[in-house]
């Protein structure tokens, strides 16, 4: 029985992208050294910094949306050589409406989806840029759950960080690790 089997009682399901649906082909090791040289360029140490710090710092730093472009690219260009993961073969095969909700940007989202064929299944693709706050803020889940024409409560949201299970404690939905 999968994580999110109809007999789990809920109406919809929404989707981190990331590590549950495809795996990203980004190096995350340069997208974090890039930013530490755009940070340095306005004076921002980032020693002992965590990933999303790099980007809460640019946006402290009045740079937040060149830090986003810069993470956007290497996005692009990884969600061009995803992996498809197999609870993507649960998304395919689904009878419940479904959306995706991530901490990557929607234009990642939306190429790693229609490559595999799954952007047609979707009633939403929300991304870090869709809505102005990130996880583990709950906007973008809730924009998510809306999409499906659901209360939070009837819909389990599949991710597979912490974050995730944040998000969804805080949207008020059912959540699963993959």
């Known amino acids: 029985m999968s994580d999110t ?7 919809g399901v929404v989707y981190d992208l990331d590590g549950t649906l495809v795996r990203l082909a980004v190096d995350w090791r340069a997208v974090e050294h890039d930013l530490t040289d755009l940070l340095a360029t306005v004076d921002v140490d980032t020693s002992g910094f965590g990933a999303w710090e790099y980007l809460d710092a640019a946006e402290e730093a009045g740079i937040g949306a060149e830090a986003d472009a810069l993470i956007s690219d290497h996005e692009h260009a990884g969600a061009k050589r995803a992996q498809r993961l197999p609870h993507a073969d649960e ?3 689904a009878t419940r409406p479904a959306a995706v909700c991530s901490l990557n940007c929607e234009r990642a989202c939306r190429v790693a989806l229609e490559k595999e ?18 996880k583990p803020d709950p906007a973008p889940l809730l924009r ?32 699963r690790y993959v």
Do not use: H, K, M
Request: proline fraction near 3%; glycine fraction near 12%.
């Open 5 to 11: 089997d109809a007999d789990d009682g809920y109406e």
């Open 91 to 93: 998304l395919r095969d």
């Open 117 to 134: 064929g799954l952007a047609e299944r979707l009633r939403a693709i929300v991304g870090r840029d869709t809505v102005p706050a990130r």
């Open 144 to 175: 998510a759950v809306d999409a499906l024409d659901l209360d939070p409560g009837d819909v389990v949201f599949v991710g597979d960080s912490e974050r995730d299970a944040e998000t969804a404690r805080r949207a008020g939905t059912g959540f």
